[in-house]
């Protein structure tokens, strides 16, 4: 067995989409779930790459995901449109959700879109970038699992919530941001048990309530929010928006539903559009765009900075040409799913 086998993008999708549709997913959801592994592992974000396919595999066999739901979209209020994911994974009904967002957004300068019952373990930004690519402001957010204690506390509540935001740049990729609401994504954590390596410092604490830096300790006991009660509060908040607020389940309830069995969270996600041009009196979208450029560049004047997303943009350019690698092993799981 090889330690790292060396794939093409294309290679990348092939694999994944095959792997899936092998072990019973739909052509259209095999080719939406390849496509946000794809990027991933194109923007050297490991832990959301041909790693998670495993995961989308054992969470058809355990889990109660459908392997072709067709999501159903309904409009709620002008400004908001439901999307029912009947438990498929999210990355269809976001590829789908997309069209009517931006269309909404643009007649009405804000819309949002409310996804429910959607299996999700991928990260957000590529579904707030495709929007600021189409020069629209957006945010989304969801809840996962019940694995991160509130500030103070040691047992899980919230789980790793993440929110992004995206932000349209003249002739240039978006500004984007995504990030747990957890001082680390639990992929990071699983990824630290897989190649042998203690964790930082702050990441988690044990079952007894104890920090630890042992990745099977923390996966046993709670992570901890980002810088506290900060992080704790926009976990909070990301409960209430993709749960309460959408009419789906908190963390808590989806970790009673997954049983900690697979690690894939069922519940919604909450997506805000805004057009910019809707948002100054004159419609300038030059200024605004503009404008934004000179904050940017007061942080990057400074040593030491870049802007978020600035690493993917800059992996985005290596990996077209270069390729990726990717363990040996994970590489021979795939083959075993399509070789059967
Ligand atoms: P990171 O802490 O790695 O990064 C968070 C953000 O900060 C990124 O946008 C990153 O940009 C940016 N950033 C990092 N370092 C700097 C820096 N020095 N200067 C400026 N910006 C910086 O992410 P997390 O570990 O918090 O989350 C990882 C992923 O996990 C996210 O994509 C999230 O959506 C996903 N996730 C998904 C869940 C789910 O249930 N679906 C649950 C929890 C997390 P860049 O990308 O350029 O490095």
């Known amino acids: 067995m090889n330690d790292r086998v060396h794939l093409t993008l294309e290679e990348v999708h092939e694999i994944a989409a095959d792997a899936l549709r092998a072990k019973g997913y739909s052509t259209r959801h095999a080719r939406?779930?390849?496509?946000?592994?794809?990027?991933?592992?194109?923007?050297?974000?490991?832990?959301?790459?041909?790693?998670?396919?495993?995961?989308?595999?054992?969470?058809?066999?355990?889990?109660?995901?459908?392997?072709?739901?067709?999501?159903?979209?309904?409009?709620?209020?002008?400004?908001?449109?439901?999307?029912?994911?009947?438990?498929?994974?999210?990355?269809?009904?976001?590829?789908?959700?997309?069209?009517?967002?931006?269309?909404?957004?643009?007649?009405?300068?804000?819309?949002?879109?409310?996804?429910?019952?959607?299996?999700?373990?991928?990260?957000?930004?590529?579904?707030?970038?495709?929007?600021?690519?189409?020069?629209?402001?957006?945010?989304?957010?969801?809840?996962?699992?019940?694995?991160?204690?509130?500030?103070?506390?040691?047992?899980?509540v919230y789980g790793t919530n993440p929110m992004a935001f995206a932000w349209p740049r003249a002739g240039r990729p978006p500004l984007v941001f995504d990030q747990a609401s957890s001082a680390s994504a639990r992929g990071e954590i699983q990824i630290h048990l897989r190649d042998g390596r203690p964790l930082p410092e702050g990441w988690a604490i044990g079952p007894d309530g104890e920090p630890t830096t042992d990745p099977a300790t923390a996966l046993a006991g709670a992570q901890l929010p980002f810088g506290g009660h900060k992080g704790a509060a926009i976990a909070l908040m990301v409960e209430l928006l993709a749960g309460a607020l959408v009419g789906d389940v908190f963390s808590f309830e989806a970790h009673a539903k997954d049983a900690g069995r697979v690690g894939a969270p069922c519940g919604g996600e909450f997506m805000i559009a805004i057009d910019p041009a809707r948002c100054t009196g004159d419609g300038d979208r030059g200024a605004q765009l503009a404008h934004a450029e000179t904050l940017f560049a007061k942080v990057l004047e400074q040593d030491g900075t870049r802007l978020p997303s600035d690493r993917r943009y800059r992996a985005r350019e290596r990996t077209p040409t270069e390729g990726v690698t990717i363990p040996g092993s994970l590489h021979d799981t795939l083959r075993g799913y399509i070789d059967g």
């Not at 495993?54 to 058809?60: E, H, T």
């Not at 959700?97 to 879109?113: H, K, M, Q, S, V």
């Open 32 to 156: 939406a779930i390849a496509d946000t592994v794809t990027a991933a592992e194109r923007d050297e974000c490991a832990s959301h790459g041909l790693f998670r396919i495993p995961f989308y595999v054992k969470a058809l066999q355990e889990a109660g995901v459908s392997p072709d739901a067709e999501p159903v979209f309904r409009d709620l209020a002008p400004a908001v449109i439901r999307a029912d994911a009947h438990f498929g994974f999210a990355p269809l009904t976001l590829q789908l959700g997309a069209d009517p967002l931006e269309r909404r957004a643009r007649e009405l300068g804000i819309a949002a879109l409310a996804i429910v019952n959607a299996y999700n373990v991928a990260a957000l930004w590529p579904e707030v970038e495709r929007l600021a690519e189409r020069g629209l402001v957006a945010f989304a957010f969801t809840a996962a699992l019940q694995y991160v204690a509130p500030a103070g506390g040691t047992r899980p």
